[in-house]
């Protein structure tokens, strides 16, 4: 039932994309040549032509949300995540559809459609286009979910849920579909093998039996999906509780424990025949890392320069407020566990560590001058880290980089630590913008930087661009 209802939405979702991404074009060229918004320098085409582009639309814009992975739906992601998929999608569209009209118009078109030019668009109408179909991609998804979140809401279209593991990692999944009943999941309870007497499960969802009795819970409840958040211990009677369930046509999803078991993806490799698992494989490597050093240099580069004049006005200010250089560096660990000096201006007097050596510092250290407690406010001290950025020893998205002092306790206390390493480190980062900045969970910071490490991408870079302006960066420091 659940799948053929995903077949459904996915159909809808197809076929709305199509309609209005014609729609899209055809607002385009209205507002390209019937609004006056734009000069018309070389003559208006009949709208008629555009519409013999509209067959084109209705395939490539399909096809570039689907590239994006727009059609694989999942109740958790996020408008923001909607919201770059379809922009992402929209231009992949637009690339497909500049393509395929011309190579149409080269080998299929008549001699007398090739004269007049009939699949032609022009630049500035796909550039509209693109914009539209942004808008209009968005805003159809957003009016969906609003709609779905209202059903489930009121109980309407829920997915039965079957949690294995009533232990620690059970017990964050439940709190998790708790707290977000607007993704339509009705937990039935749990099956736990250290069940005990206490059949009240957690948070008054039922213990309702052993992992042996999961393929008869699942079939007499019709549970829709299973999650197995079992301990790292338990995990070899995984595959007898998958394969027991699998027969009736349950959705099995598995929770790692990542701080204890795996943290980074998991790759299969090859070593001469035999197969060999790669549990710490990133996917950063080859045109994924040369894409995002080019992205660190555009925007490093136009950081420096925007910053020259004010960073003028903020030198001459940190030297009036107390004798020394301008800049402070500090040593920090990054790409491979690489140390490096990162640049920073300098917010605390020289001797400020005399006394009490390396110590964790915030925005009230009393340590800082009065122009540094000002530029720590405002995070106008971590500027020039851009430099660090230009130069390649960090990213401008990455792990918050560490000094050397605290790396050494934090990597024999803290599980996979080490991994965040994997990547270089960055002036923000996928924590941060999610509130694990500053003097806050460790652990929490440690699995937001494996997330981000494992799930990469340019899109995800841009997102965490995004959130740091409108979540991190002051007036809206702490806005969700």
Known sequence: MVRRHNRVLVAFHVFTDAMLGMVAFLL?????????????????????????????????????????????????????????????????????????????????????????????????????????????????????????????????????????????????????????????????????????????????????????????????????????????????????LVESTSREGVDVKVVPDLLQFIALRARLEDLD???????????????SAFAKRALDILISAGALAAMALPGLLISWMIKRSSPGPVFYTQERMGLDGKQFNVYKFRTMPLDAENDTGPVWADEDDPRATRIGAFLRRHDLDEWPQFWNVFVGEMSIVGPRPERPFFVEQFKHRIPQYMLRHKVKAGITGWAQVNGWRGNTSLEKRIEYD???????????????????????????????
Request: with cysteine.
């Open 28 to 240: 385009a060229y209205v507002l390209r040549f019937e609004t006056g918004l734009f000069a018309i320098t070389r003559g208006q085409p009949p709208i008629e032509q555009y519409f013999g582009v509209l067959p084109f639309i209705a395939l490539v814009v399909p096809i570039g949300f689907h590239l994006q992975g727009l059609y694989r739906l999942r109740r958790g992601r996020s408008r923001i995540d909607d919201f770059f998929n379809v922009l992402v999608g929209s231009i992949f569209a637009v690339v497909l559809g500049t393509v395929s009209t011309l190579y149409f118009q080269a080998y299929y078109a008549t001699e007398a459609q090739r004269d007049i030019g009939a699949f032609e668009v022009s630049r500035i109408v796909w550039g509209i286009f693109l914009v539209c179909n942004i808008i209009l991609g968005y805003l159809s998804r957003k009016f969906i979910r609003e709609a779905l979140e209202r059903r489930w809401m009121a109980g309407v279209g829920l997915r039965r849920v079957l949690i294995a593991g009533a232990g620690d990692l059970g017990r964050v999944v439940a709190d998790r579909m708790l707290e977000h009943r607007e993704l339509g999941y009705y937990i039935v309870g749990f099956v736990d093998d250290k069940a005990g007497g206490d059949h009240l499960g957690y948070r008054g969802l039922p213990l309702l039996g052993s992992l042996a009795d999961a393929a008869d819970i699942v079939a007499n409840e019709k549970i829709d999906h299973l999650y197995v958040a079992l301990p790292l211990e338990e995990h070899m009677k995984l595959l007898d």
């Open 450 to 480: 494996l997330y981000y490490i494992e799930n990469w991408s340019v899109t995800l870079d841009i997102k965490i661009m995004w959130l740091t302006l409108i979540r991190v960066l002051p007036p809206n420091r702490g806005a969700v």
């Open 273 to 287: 025949g035999v197969p060999v698992i790669n549990l710490n494989d990133v996917p950063l490597q080859g045109v």
